[in-house]
């Protein structure tokens, strides 16, 4: 007995954790804590390089300058923003429906060998690099829209690029959503008789509705942050879209386009143009994690 | 009685309806898929040959191959992976391990890694620019372009290792802690290995990322095309190779077809092979338990 007493008493059983144990800890803090503190960093020197725009140009004047030109210290940036809005709305607009009816197709309506090979192919795509969609709606969307409408390189090729390069996003995010609704839920709506659609439309998509709006919350996110696909396929001509098919300019495509030669004001703006891209997206996964979190409540 | 049955007709139309736009809309986005890969492999198929992958780009990319910018984009993939891979998975062997979700410190690291996973490639380019190029004075070279890019890498690479770990059953740690393992032993001796093809998924998944990305590089790694000497050269990427030939250089599309055709095949095998892992340990769990 006095044996087994000594055993439990010994250091490795005691509350006390052995030394290394304690150094691993401290490591993977350490390790974490860098990690954590990296968002900090970004935002600190996005901000410290665009504060001399910011200190010398006031802030309405990056929406009422008479125009973008930075050479004569006119920073104008509502038509980059009206750019950006237009692209990522339109891409919305289209890759929502799309999107929810790809993971429609996933959940209820493919047999389990063609949904797994579906959504495969739907995760292949969401792998595809942006400048390969832009490539590819360069050397083949924008002839084909210059034959409908000259010339072309317009605000629909942006959309249409931008609503395949999310439509993983929200699929495979809706997806999980629907995946996620009881199937009590389903077995009821079953046993009282409603047909598939009704099911579908009255329990699951309701069910399912904060999942997917956060889906749809983070593709915004990500339309709204791409570059280079955009840049490719859209014209790049700094004004407002009148049409769909006029060329248009976004705020993520200026910074690329201009970061190369700019100085001083001109790249303070660029990295102003960079912060507002980040805070919009901040703001937007911010509320994607809030639907999230409310979804398991 | 008749209203029912017309009711229940409408339903059973409704339901049709639904079910073919539904399987429309499912044919679109695998028509699409295969319009974007055909045009890509008949664009470089002729374009493609041992000689392309191993030469030097002369006359801007017009003639020749991709062999120094293949070579930049492994130095600049190895950087990252080295300098992201021992960051990512100590965060989440402390992320599973270590704190309970909800506490203060773990939730913190989860939310900036939630943040960060958002934040747009272009930003993080700018960053890299100001931070690893300007301010520790790096300049345009592999080195930055490589840290920069393990910035964005991090939140994939937590993320799957730490799923990893969590999947590892409990009756692991119970184990061997009745076996007075010491909490280090137990993380570095059973649950790593246990949860290595996780490890291993996120890998790939972060390599393939870090193969796509253009934005973040185009102002840390530079566009120079020659062979680089040091990590401290400029380096292109294939990524922005591609971007390059069919933006500034006339006459690069067959080229840049062929370049495109190589980084979606080496994409398409690192997915592939990523899901071989998942899938298999999945498997493997099951029959185990």
Known sequence: MIWSKHSISSPSASAEPAPVDKLVLWLL???????????????????????????????ERFLTDPSWNPGESKYNLAPMLSGTLYAAGGALLLATPLGIASALFIAYYASPRTAGIYRRLIELLAGIPSVVYGFWGLTTLVPLINQLHPPGASLLAGILVLTLMILPTITLTAHAAL???????????????????????????????????????????????ETMAVLMVTGNVVRHADSLFDPVRTLAANIVLEMAYAMNDHRAAL??????????????????????????? | ?????????????????????????????????????????????????????????RDAGRAGGIGPILVSTALILLIALMAALPLGWMTAALLAEYVSASGGFGYAVRYSL?????????????????????????????L??????????????????????????????????????????????????????????????????????TAALL???????????????????????????????????????????????????????????????????????
């Open chain 1, 29 to 59: 803090r350490g390790g974490a804590g860098i990690a954590a503190a990296l968002v900090l960093l970004i935002l600190l020197f996005v901000t410290v390089e665009s504060w001399p725009a910011l200190r010398h140009i006031s802030v």
């Open chain 1, 179 to 225: 995946l996620a609704v009881p199937g009590e839920y389903l077995r009821g709506a079953a046993a009282l008789g409603m047909s598939r659609w009704g099911m579908i439309h009255g329990v699951a998509l309701p069910a399912s509705k904060t999942g997917i709006v956060a889906g749809i919350m983070l593709a915004t996110g990500r339309a709204i942050g």
């Open chain 1, 271 to 297: 990295f102003v143009s960079g912060l507002t891209l980040m805070l919009l997206v901040m703001v937007l996964s911010g509320v994607a994690g809030w639907l999230g979190r409310t979804r398991h409540v």
């Open chain 2, 1 to 57: 009685m008749s209203e029912t049955v017309s009711v229940k007709l409408i339903h059973a139309h409704r339901d049709r309806f639904a079910q073919l736009t539904i399987c429309f809309v499912a044919f679109l986005v695998c028509a699409a898929f295969v319009w974007i890969v055909s045009d890509l492999v008949r664009g470089g198929w002729a374009h493609l040959s041992w000689d392309f992958l191993v030469d030097s780009p």
């Open chain 2, 114 to 142: 939630q943040v960060l996973a958002g934040v747009p490639s272009i930003v993080f380019g700018l960053f890299g620019n100001a931070f690893f190029s300007i301010y520790l004075g790096m300049g345009f070279s592999i």
């Open chain 2, 144 to 213: 930055s372009g490589g840290l920069t890019l393990a910035c964005m890498l991090l939140p994939i690479l937590v993320s799957t290792a730490e799923s990893g770990l969590r999947a590892v059953p409990d009756a692991y740690r119970l184990s061997a802690a009745a076996l007075g393992m010491s909490r280090a032993t137990t993380l570095f001796r059973l649950l790593l290995p246990a949860a290595a093809p996780a490890l291993a998924a996120g890998l790939l998944l972060g390599i393939g990322r870090a193969m796509a990305e």
């Open chain 2, 219 to 289: 102002f840390t790694s530079g566009y120079v095309d020659r062979m680089p000497g040091s990590l401290l050269d400029s380096g292109r990427s294939l990524a922005i190779h591609i971007f390059d030939l069919s933006m500034n250089v006339s006459g690069g599309d067959a080229p840049a077809h062929a370049s495109a055709l190589v980084l979606i095949v080496a994409l398409l095998l690192i997915n592939m092979v990523a899901m071989w892992f998942t899938i298999g340990w999945q498997r493997r769990r099951i029959v185990s338990e």
